[in-house]
């Protein structure tokens, strides 16, 4: 078993995000107990699945068609002190920091990079042609990995909303909202970077 101590907390969410203590590669990502969750909250997510049960669903869906732009990840999940955890690659920036995500930059007010910027438009384009209905397309689930001293990488972290479904029939079966659903947020997220001072470009 993984033990897991205070010292190895990356970030603390919905999840917490922990180093992983025996491969500094890797991260470990502990759900919090299901009744944080409201029961309107709760009936949204599948009900027989945890949040990194869902990750680990929706993680081989997505490989295929994002590979570029998500980390790796195991395909099971390991056991902890803190329960069963959800562990991934650790994107990290080329001083072994961890990446800070898109909502870091909105809020300091850094210019996102025109390249994240350009990535940022392939995934949303890809996974609307894809079909991927990923909802969660908050400015916390995008890291920005620098690579190089003028090179970076989109990464996205988070895949436990992928057909997140409110509705009372099957998202596979109701395309037309879901496409409708997924513009809305592809077009909040937009409007978050496009309304914040000092970018590079728009996206
Ligand atoms: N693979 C990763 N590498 C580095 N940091 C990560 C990674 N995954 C998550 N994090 C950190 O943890 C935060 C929350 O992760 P996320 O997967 O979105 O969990 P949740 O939304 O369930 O709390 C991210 O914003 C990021 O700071
Ligand atoms: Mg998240």
């Given at each position: 078993?993984?033990?897991?101590?205070?010292?190895?907390?990356?970030?603390?969410?919905?999840?917490?995000?922990?180093?992983h203590?025996?491969?500094?590669?890797?991260?470990?990502?502990?759900?919090?107990?299901?009744?944080?969750?409201?029961?309107?909250?709760?009936?949204?997510?599948?009900?027989?699945?945890?949040?990194?049960?869902?990750?680990?669903?929706?993680?081989?869906?997505?490989?295929?068609?994002?590979?570029?732009?998500?980390?790796?990840?195991?395909?099971?999940?390991?056991?902890?002190?803190?329960?069963?955890?959800?562990?991934?690659?650790?994107?990290?920036?080329?001083?072994?920091?961890?990446?800070?995500?898109?909502?870091?930059?909105?809020?300091?007010?850094?210019?996102?990079?025109?390249?994240?910027?350009?990535?940022?438009?392939?995934?949303?384009?890809?996974?609307?042609?894809?079909?991927?209905?990923?909802?969660?397309?908050?400015?916390?689930?995008?890291?920005?990995k620098?690579?190089?001293?003028?090179?970076?990488?989109?990464?996205f972290?988070?895949?436990?909303?992928?057909?997140?479904?409110?509705?009372?029939i099957?998202?596979?079966?109701?395309?037309?909202?879901?496409?409708?659903?997924?513009?809305?947020?592809?077009?909040?997220?937009?409007?978050?970077?496009?309304?914040?001072?000092?970018?590079?470009?728009?996206?």
């Amino acid at each position: 078993m993984v033990i897991l101590t205070p010292n190895l907390l990356i970030s603390v969410g919905t999840r917490d995000t922990y180093r992983h203590p025996q491969d500094p590669c890797k991260c470990l990502k502990i759900e919090k107990t299901h009744a944080h969750y409201s029961e309107r909250r709760k009936r949204f997510y599948d009900k027989n699945l945890s949040h990194n049960e869902l990750d680990l669903k929706n993680y081989s869906i997505l490989k295929p068609h994002l590979i570029k732009y998500i980390p790796c990840c195991e395909d099971t999940l390991v056991e902890t002190n803190l329960g069963k955890a959800f562990c991934s690659e650790l994107i990290v920036d080329q001083d072994q920091t961890p990446s800070e995500c898109i909502l870091d930059y909105l809020l300091s007010n850094t210019p996102i990079p025109g390249q994240i910027l350009s990535q940022l438009t392939e995934f949303l384009e890809l996974i609307r042609q894809k079909s991927l209905f990923i909802f969660d397309l908050n400015p916390k689930n995008f890291l920005i990995k620098k690579t190089s001293h003028s090179q970076y990488q989109l990464i996205f972290i988070d895949f436990k909303s992928l057909n997140l479904n409110k509705l009372l029939i099957p998202m596979k079966r109701a395309p037309f909202f879901a496409s409708r659903k997924l513009n809305r947020r592809i077009k909040r997220l937009k409007k978050w970077i496009n309304h914040s001072e000092n970018q590079e470009k728009q996206l």
